[in-house]
Nanobody, 125 residues
Framework: QVQLVESGGGLVQPGGSLTLSCAAS????????MRWYRQAPGNQRELVAT???????NYADSVKGRFTISRDNAKNTVYLRMNSLKPEDTAVYYC???????????????????WGQGTQVTVSS
């Protein structure tokens, strides 16, 4: 079994910064892409940022230039550095990762998508 555990959320003033972390643990052979999503009340969950196993990155237009996604493969951890935060960034942030749990699954090019439990980010004065 695989678990993703997020941390780092909280209350921050507009213009402030936060760094979210998401650590994967359990039966892990290889982690492919890792992502951050967010969901604000009344809205659908939206993709915020993606980082591939080759550390290519992609961002939603709304966060480009303000957020940075990174990963530490030795720690099976993905980060989201959020700068210049705005009230509209308020949401529950979820991490997501495509993981092969064993050598056989990896050799077949298969992976399972796992989700964290979410961490609340509130941007307010």
């Amino acid at each position: 079994q695989v678990q993703l555990v997020e941390s780092g959320g909280g209350l921050v003033q507009p213009g402030g910064s936060l760094t979210l972390s998401c650590a994967a643990s359990g039966s892990i052979f290889n982690i492919y892409a890792m992502r951050w999503y967010r969901q604000a009340p009344g809205n659908q969950r939206e993709l915020v940022a993606t980082i591939t196993s080759g550390v290519g990155t992609n961002y939603a237009d709304s966060v480009k230039g303000r957020f940075t996604i990174s990963r530490d493969n030795a720690k099976n951890t993905v980060y989201l550095r959020m700068n210049s935060l705005k009230p509209e960034d308020t949401a529950v942030y979820y991490c997501n990762a495509d993981i092969a749990s064993d050598r056989l699954t990896y050799s077949q090019g298969r992976a399972t998508a796992y989700w964290g439990q979410g961490t609340q980010v509130t941007v307010s004065s």
